[in-house]
């Protein structure tokens, strides 16, 4: 079973370089994606959100859509609800 942290780490990188830290003593992650162009994103992670893999699936593709939507990409409706998942960056 892969790790939740490197299953976010598969997804984003090569394109970012990802970090994470220990930020708070309720086991919450701080994620920090970094780009060529700085830091693209924080998130903290809670606990729950890294323990549980559909928790896991909707913040990754909720940070890719974000993501997305920064760089300028179209983003699909269906795509924010849910029924996809965007392509690997």
Known sequence: MTS???KISD????RY????????PDGS?????TGAEGVAVKR???TD????QQQ????????QVSLAIERGDQVSSRMVRGG???APL
């Open 29 to 33: 992650i701080l994620l920090t994606l």
């Open 17 to 24: 370089n990802v970090n994470f830290s220990i930020e708070k």
């Open 4 to 6: 939740p942290f490197q």
């Open 49 to 52: 959100q890294w323990r549980d």
């Open 44 to 46: 903290y992670i809670s």
């Open 11 to 14: 997804v984003f990188r090569p």
């Open 84 to 86: 996809l998942h965007p």
């Open 56 to 63: 896991l699936q909707r913040l990754i593709t909720s940070l």
